[in-house]
């Protein structure tokens, strides 16, 4: 289980200013640059949120998906330290790189998003919050995950700056933080799902059903896994690496299960509620919804065999349509089969899209800054 | 037997009604109504007007001896030039006034014999009613009456009263002439006498208010319950902002923000414009003012309150300074009205999300056209390479 018996982690190397980070930092900076006057002029000013859509793309996408996107980390060591898959351990680190950058500025999103941002002390004050709050479990568990990635990260950092006593110590006490970095997730995950169980009637049948939280918790470990297809496809392409296929492969299969589990309480939950008629329905959510349902089920057509699951290209085609099939359903209920009421439309703005383009773009910019500088990716096997 | 008690009681009855119409010059029905309307002033119950007539009817004119100081003669004024018909009369009537510099025919010596008369006549019985605040400072000296000071011109009278009553803002806490710096050290009759008084504050206080404390002591033979400050309480219990008639536009923020602005032609409320209303104790809005209707107060005539109620305020604050709320604080800002519903899909960010999910299609297929070559090109190598190492073994 431990590390020696794999590749060392050891930094890539290589120029930081290059194409990827010059196109990244571009967009950060012009992120910066809205967000400036979003903090001085207010949410109005920037955003095309209103009272029946106070929730937009800074909510939906940088926050409910940019964290099931980093649930990457959470599925890998799950594999790795719950079921004691030790083969897979060369995944873990870039991984949890991925997560720790997702949650990070998903953490970040919500006080952008946040009309009165000074008063969010409040949250972490004991005597202020609302134990029954679904959003104040949401915000303790994600905000303890952050801290928790950040401590289970610390290793790649104390390597680097040579503090091997400091390392050793931290390794003591590592698995408790691991355990807690297994746990978080599926409590904070699920909870983002029950905010359609509290959202009520808003959100249109085919999406709004008590065991919601179950389907996100699924639907997040789905993506966990689909985000590190796609990250060692992408790594491997953009470093000129061998892809980890040997890994990757048996991993994909234990994805390919979660998704017919997905599925099997996806399609059961919608026929039992009596509700599938609803999207035969000629509107856009039924529509949404077969587009949501085909991401899942294609995957078992793409690389349902075991010698299609040799090919990288169809791993990661596979893992891109698993990535959008989850974002598709956090799309689908929080805006496009959301309804508050006559007369209401949202469609997000210049500036939101920009801010949302330029957090993806400081997850590639740091991803790549760290990947080059820090022990994260598994050393390069000698040429054979 | 019956019938002819009640003869005779109705027979009194209206042979004391003949004698208070003659004595008031009204009619019976004028006479009563007068008294419901004090008794409504007073908030006394249902039953109270007919012991307010009884009262008022016995004749019993307390001698009423009105002491004038440092003052405008505005508080007299406005109970003389009262448009109610018959309020002078009443007045007049209802008390024995002995002793008034201004309504008085007596001059001179005459004047204050008339006054050291009803004194004695009248000792431990006569009302004092005080107008104008007290100079204190160089012993008194500011104000003399008669060769006498006003500080001991009113320990003098008021040491023999019945009862004391301080009428007008000067009176009751010093007002206009003891604004800073007070150069003649204006005083309150309760801080001149070292006891509390009956306040009636105001510049000028509403008639009504005086004639109800009157009365009250005419009837009752005490004056009403007052608060820490000396005053009635039917008068002066109620915030005017509680009862205010612009009252639903201050909940709704609606406000004049200067004067004849489009607001304060709509009659919103005057809070910014410096109305006191919100730390002022008075019956205004209720009770109006002059008998001239419903909007003859200040506010009703879009005048802001100047607070000449209340101690402090009045001639303290600047007239167009903002109230300080004692119930309730308004928000700096109001919620807007409009309501924002979406504004759909501007050309602009369409086309940014086309150009980033056309980016993401391109780059993902380009990949994955890569991926699949090289892997392609693994499986021929590999390919090769086995047959390779089959043609060794062979």
Redesign the interface.
């Known amino acids: 289980m431990s590390a020696q018996h794999h590749a060392v982690p050891e930094p890539v190397g290589g120029p930081l200013l290059n194409k990827v980070t010059f196109i990244a930092g571009t967009l950060v900076a012009i992120m910066a640059a809205i967000l400036l006057y979003r903090f001085i002029f207010g949410l109005?000013a920037v955003t095309?949120l209103?009272?029946?859509?106070p929730w937009g793309i800074w909510i939906v996408v940088d926050v409910m998906i940019g964290s099931a996107f980093a649930c990457g980390g959470f599925s890998v060591a799950m594999l790795v330290y719950i079921f004691n898959k030790g083969e897979y351990h060369p995944l873990v680190r870039p991984a949890l790189l991925a997560s720790l950058l997702g949650y990070t500025l998903a953490g970040a999103g919500v006080i952008f998003d946040l009309g009165r941002w000074w008063n969010v002390w409040n949250m972490y004050w004991p005597w202020s919050v609302n134990p029954n709050s679904v959003m104040f479990e949401v915000a303790i568990c994600i905000t303890l995950y952050i801290v928790v990635m950040w401590i289970e990260f610390a290793p790649v950092f104390l390597e680097k700056l040579g503090l091997k006593d400091m390392k050793r110590k931290l390794n003591k006490f590592l698995f408790i933080v691991i355990a807690l970095g297994t746990l978080l997730p599926m409590m904070h995950q699920s909870s983002l799902g029950t905010l359609w169980v509290v959202l009520g009637t808003q959100v249109h049948p085919l999406w709004q059903t008590p065991l919601i939280p179950a389907l996100f918790l699924l639907s997040a470990i789905i993506m966990g896994y689909a985000v590190v297809l796609f990250e060692s496809?992408?790594a491997s392409?953009a470093y000129r690496r061998s892809?980890e296929v040997s890994l990757l492969n048996p991993m994909a299969r234990i994805m390919l299960g979660v998704v017919a589990a997905y599925l099997a309480v996806r399609l059961g939950d919608v026929i039992f509620r009596g509700v599938i008629g609803r999207s035969f329905a000629l509107s856009l959510e039924g529509l949404m919804f077969w587009l949501e349902m085909a991401c899942f089920i294609a995957p078992f057509f793409l690389i349902g065999r075991e010698v299609q699951r040799?090919?990288?290209?169809r791993l990661?085609?596979a893992g891109?349509l698993l990535m959008l099939g989850g974002s598709l359903l956090r799309l689908n209920g929080f805006l496009i089969g959301y309804d508050t009421g006559a007369?209401?439309?949202?469609?997000?703005?210049?500036s939101?899209?920009?801010v949302t383009?330029g957090m993806f773009a400081t997850e590639v910019f740091v991803y790549v800054i760290v990947t080059r500088r820090f022990p994260v990716l598994p050393r390069e096997a000698p040429a054979h | 037997m019956q019938e002819a008690f009640i003869h005779e009681t109705n027979r009194a009855a209206e042979a004391a009604a003949d004698v208070v119409e003659r004595r008031l010059q009204i009619s019976r029905r004028e006479f009563l109504q007068f008294c419901s309307g004090v008794a409504a002033t007073l908030g006394l119950p249902a039953g109270a007007e007919a012991a307010i007539a009884k009262a008022v009817e016995a004749a019993q004119r307390p001698s009423v001896i009105w002491l004038h100081f440092q003052e405008c003669t505005g508080c007299s004024e406005s109970l003389l030039r009262a448009e109610h018909p018959t309020l002078e009369k009443l007045i007049l009537d209802i008390i024995s006034l002995d002793y008034h510099e201004t309504l008085m025919v007596a001059a001179g010596h005459q004047a204050e014999k008339a006054r050291k008369d009803a004194m004695a006549a009248h000792k431990g019985k006569y009302v004092l009613v005080v107008e104008g605040a007290i100079p204190t400072r160089d012993n008194g000296i500011y104000c003399k009456v008669g060769g006498q000071t006003a500080v001991n011109l009113v320990k003098e009278v008021a040491a023999d009263a019945a009862a004391v009553i301080a009428i007008g803002s000067c009176a009751s806490w010093g007002g206009m002439p003891a604004t800073d710096p007070n150069p003649t050290g204006a005083s309150s009759v309760a801080e001149v006498l070292g006891k509390p008084v009956v306040t009636i504050p105001g510049c000028p206080p509403s008639p009504y208010n005086f004639l109800a404390t009157v009365v009250h002591f005419l009837t009752f033979g005490a004056l009403p319950a007052t608060d820490k400050l000396g005053r009635p309480l039917f008068a002066y219990s109620r915030l005017i902002h509680e009862n205010c008639e612009r009252r639903a536009h201050f909940d709704a923020g609606r406000f004049a923000m200067e004067f004849g602005d489009e607001g304060h032609r709509k009659g919103y409320c005057l809070y910014k414009l410096g109305c006191k209303g919100p730390e002022t104790y008075a019956n205004c809005p209720t009770l109006g003012f002059g008998d001239t209707g419903e909007v003859s107060w200040p506010v009703g005539c879009g005048h802001p309150c100047i607070g000449c109620t209340e101690k402090g305020i009045g001639f303290a604050k600047p007239i167009h300074a903002v109230a300080k709320m004692v119930n309730v604080a308004p928000p700096l800002q109001y919620a807007r009205i409009v309501?924002?519903?979406?504004?759909?899909?501007?050309f602009?960010?369409?086309a940014?999300?086309a150009a980033?999910a056309g980016a993401a299609a391109g780059g993902?297929a380009m990949?994955?056209?890569?991926?699949?070559m090289?892997?392609k090109a693994e499986e021929l190598e590999k390919a090769q390479d086995k047959a390779g190492k089959n043609q060794a073994e062979v």
């Not at chain 2, 309501?339 to 501007?346: D, F, H």
């Not at chain 2, 990949?367 to 699949?372: A, E, I, M, S």
Request: proline share 4%; charged share 15%.
């Open positions: 109005g095309n209103s009272d029946g859509y496809c992408i392409s892809i040799r090919n990288p290209a990661f085609v891109i007369g209401f439309s949202y469609f997000p703005s210049l939101e899209i920009l383009a | 309501e924002e519903q979406g504004r759909g899909a501007s602009a960010s369409a940014a999300l980033i993902a990949l994955t056209r890569n991926l699949g090289s892997h």
